[in-house]
């Protein structure tokens, strides 16, 4: 049984396109995240939702949009594709992450290479 | 400065040699310490926390030094497997949140 799965697992689309990325977690985690890791394999984290609350937005752009239909999935959406976007997306999820907790183990999806030309 | 910073390598050293990487961050408000490894093209696992007395797993120690802020990953023995990025990773607690922080990585390459 696969803790968090993510799809497409590769994507190729044009610029300017629409896109969405599916993230589920079968673990019963409270918190789930968006990572992007560049072609320099820098690890940054984009959102992080628990209880359908986004906690956390590190100056990502708003054309990338996280959408929780529960708290089992976390989807990203991103509009109006650009060269940049292309690298890897990884969704990941933790137990819990509520305030003045410690870090919680994350456990990360197998990542979906996105490749935008 | 970058919040977490280490040595990207890559470090190539031969089976069996012993190997140690340094992570430094710059927030003092960092609380929580961890390391990571990313096998080529695949998502990153929890390899061990670091405790501020040091911890041991097996091949690997784990130590912390707050006053100089920075972590150290030791892996003795090293195997062909050990072959990963090692990634570093400071979680820094504020009033209301958390903030995570994963490093750029350090490349390890065992050799026979």
């Known amino acids: 049984d696969t803790a968090v799965s993510q799809t497409p697992k590769y994507l190729v689309t044009q610029m300017g396109n629409d896109k969405s990325i599916k993230c589920e977690q079968n673990l019963g985690h409270d918190t789930m995240y968006w990572y992007k890791q560049d072609s320099k394999k820098f690890l940054k984290i984009m959102f992080s939702y628990n209880n359908k609350e986004l906690i956390i937005n590190e100056t990502v752009p708003n054309r990338f949009s996280p959408k929780s239909p529960d708290k089992a999935h976390l989807n990203l959406h991103i509009n109006s594709l650009e060269l940049g976007d292309s690298a890897v997306y990884f969704c990941?999820?933790?137990?819990?992450?509520?305030?003045?907790?410690?870090?919680?183990?994350?456990?990360f999806g197998p990542g979906t290479r996105l490749t935008v030309l | 400065r970058k919040e977490v910073e280490q040595d990207p390598g890559p470090f190539n050293v031969p089976e069996g040699a012993t190997v140690a990487f340094n992570c430094t961050y710059s927030n003092s408000a960092s609380q929580s310490f961890f390391w990571y490894r990313q096998d080529c093209r695949k998502e990153p696992k929890l390899l061990m926390s670091v405790y501020s007395s040091g911890n041991e797993d097996g091949r690997f120690t784990a130590q912390l030094n707050r006053a100089s802020q920075y972590i150290s990953l030791l892996i003795r023995d090293s195997k062909l497997s050990d072959s990963a990025t090692y990634l570093c990773v400071v979680n820094i607690l504020y009033s209301s949140a958390s903030k995570i922080i994963f490093g750029s990585g350090t490349r390890l390459s065992i050799r026979p």
């Open positions: 990941a999820s933790s137990e819990d992450r509520t305030s003045g907790s410690s870090y919680n183990e994350q456990f």
